[in-house]
């Protein structure tokens, strides 16, 4: 467990061939958590007040988009068939849980020879690494969420964000949209950024070209530096990859930089059009959020399984 004092993302320890810096000895040896653990009992509570109409949105798109699948995956196979004369069930093939709305777990990217999340060098062992997807769904994720609304801000200046380029948001712009909503990010944030993408995909012609180039978050040290003194739980992004793909080798990766090292866990692919809908209408954009991973032990990633409560 960590201890109250969070250190600031420069005074934290750095691996020194890969000059980038971690958050294993702050939260502790054998930790399984990472910034998880800013979620207490205290500050779920305290998200709680954030629901105000009661009113829920899912953040899940279907689970056979986006389609084609993306990355090499191959699609879904459901067979909803009859058991008996009263019953029916279902049977899924080809399901990859991180294929669709999904968070990437620690056992997901390592950070080269350094291993992945706490410097655990193997994951095949879910029972010794403990890493597995497993350890969040027992305890749920749950608390203040914070929309970033990319999309209409850029809407509001007449401009978008391009479907198959690899358009960076800044950090300086999740700043500036957090500023334009009157938002302030909180130690334990779940922050959500919406970029429009899933829609502006499934919109394109059937007889397009396959996406080679997705936009996303800037993958650079200023990024992580920001999400890590905003002292957020999680990030999840409406994106495939939460940064830019295929990336910049000179900027670097920041799944290595918050999955492995700092322990910041990564939700990809959210449904964020209905939220954005109900935080424009309402003035508001900040609201619960809870979720529930799937209990797969040793699973690298898990469906979003996530609703908002504003």
């Known amino acids: 467990m960590m201890n109250d004092e969070v250190p600031d993302y420069d005074e934290l320890p750095r691996l020194e061939r890969l000059d980038l810096p971690y958050s294993w ?6 930790d ?4 998880l653990n800013h979620l207490t009992p205290e500050v779920v509570a305290a998200a ?13 798109l279907p689970v056979d988009e986006p389609n084609p699948p993306l990355f090499g995956r191959e699609p879904i196979r459901h067979d909803h068939f009859e058991v008996d004369r009263n019953t029916w069930d279902d049977k899924i093939d080809n399901y990859f849980p991180q294929g669709s709305t999904q968070w990437d777990g620690f056992g997901h990217v390592r950070a080269r020879e350094f291993g992945f999340y706490g410097g655990v060098l193997d994951t095949n062992d879910p029972e010794q690494t403990a890493l597995g997807i497993e350890v969040w769904a027992r305890r749920g994720i749950a608390g203040r969420g914070v929309l970033l609304d990319v999309a ?7 401009s978008s964000v391009p479907v198959d380029e690899e358009f960076v948001v800044t950090p300086e712009l999740l700043e500036e949209i957090a500023a334009a909503e009157g938002v302030e990010v909180r130690r334990g944030d779940i922050l959500l950024v919406r970029t429009g993408w899933p829609a502006a995909h499934a919109g394109r012609a059937s007889d397009a070209p396959p996406v080679t180039r997705i936009p996303g978050i800037h993958a650079g040290e200023a990024t992580a530096r920001l999400l890590w003194n905003w ?10 990859a939460v940064e ?32 954005s809908v109900a935080c424009r209408d309402t003035g508001r954009y900040d609201f619960f959020v809870a979720a529930a991973p799937l209990n797969l032990s040793g699973a690298a990633g898990s ?3 996530a609703i908002a409560i504003l």
Request: no cysteine; hydrophobic share 45%; glycine share 18%.
């Open 32 to 35: 399984q958590l990472g910034t």
């Open 152 to 158: 209409a801000h850029l809407g509001a200046r007449g």
């Open 231 to 240: 002292g957020i739980a999680a990030i999840a992004t409406d994106t495939p």
């Open 244 to 275: 830019p793909v295929p990336g910049d080798p000179a900027v670097g990766s920041l799944h290595r930089r918050l999955l492995p090292l700092l322990g910041i866990p990564l939700g990809e692919l959210f449904d964020l059009e209905r939220l």
């Open 303 to 305: 469906p979003g399984n």
């Open 25 to 30: 000895e702050f939260f502790g040896a054998g």
């Open 48 to 60: 709680a007040r954030s629901i105000v109409s009661g009113v829920t949105v899912g953040l899940s």
